[in-house]
C-alpha cells in the first residue's frame, strides 16, 4: 500500500459535511434576511441549533442528481423549478401535518399555491440552482476539500459523527418540543 496516499471519508461523510455547510448558511442567510426586514434578531428555523435543514437538503439535491447539469442552464432552470417547488410544497404540508405550525407563508404572494408555494420562489428555485451548480458549490467544494487536506482521518471522521450526533440529537429535541 502506498503510504503517501492519505486516506479519504467516504462519500456519504461529504454529503454530510455539505449537508452542515449549507444548512448553517441557509441558517445565517435566513437571520440576517429576518434581522433587516424586522429590524431585531428572530430566531430562524425548526431546529434549536443554527441550522435550517431544508438548506441542507436542497443542496444535497443540487449536488447528487443536478451537479451534471453544469453547462445546461435552462434544463437546470426549468428541472430545479419543478422539483423545488414540489419539495417545498411537501416539506411544508408535512411540517404542518406534523406539528400543526406553519414556518413560511405565501399567501400574499401572487400565484401561490395553499400558501406553501409561489410562482416568485419556483423562478428564485431555478436561478439559485444555476448560481449554486456553476459558483457557489465549486466554491465550496474546494474550500473543503483543502481544509479536509490538512485534517487527519479519524479525526474528521469523528468531527462529521459529533456533528451527525448532535443534529440528531436536536432533530428528537425540537420535534418533542413541538409534538408538546
Aim: glycine share 4%; proline share 3%.
Amino acid at each position: 500500500m502506498d503510504k503517501t496516499k492519505k486516506k479519504k471519508l467516504p462519500r456519504v461523510y461529504l454529503y454530510f459535511i455539505y449537508f452542515f455547510t449549507f444548512a448553517i448558511i441557509g441558517w445565517l442567510l435566513e437571520t440576517a434576511y429576518s434581522l433587516y426586514y424586522l429590524g431585531h434578531f428572530t430566531k430562524r428555523g425548526f431546529l434549536y441549533g443554527p441550522l435550517c435543514p431544508i438548506y441542507g437538503w436542497g443542496a444535497l439535491i443540487l449536488i447528487i442528481f443536478f451537479s451534471t447539469y453544469k453547462k445546461h442552464n435552462f434544463k437546470l432552470f426549468i428541472y430545479a423549478s419543478i422539483i423545488f417547488s414540489i419539495f417545498e410544497y411537501l416539506v411544508s404540508f408535512g411540517m404542518e401535518a406534523m406539528f400543526a405550525l406553519k414556518w413560511w407563508d405565501y399567501t400574499a404572494d401572487s400565484f401561490n399555491l395553499n400558501g406553501r408555494i409561489s410562482i416568485f420562489y419556483s423562478f428564485s428555485w431555478g436561478i439559485i440552482a444555476i448560481l449554486f451548480i456553476n459558483f457557489v458549490y465549486p466554491f465550496f467544494k474546494k474550500k473543503i476539500n483543502m481544509i479536509l487536506s490538512k485534517i487527519p482521518y479519524k479525526i474528521q471522521f469523528a468531527i462529521v459523527n459529533i456533528f451527525l450526533l448532535i443534529f440528531v440529537s436536536d432533530t428528537i429535541l425540537s420535534c418533542v418540543k413541538y409534538l408538546v
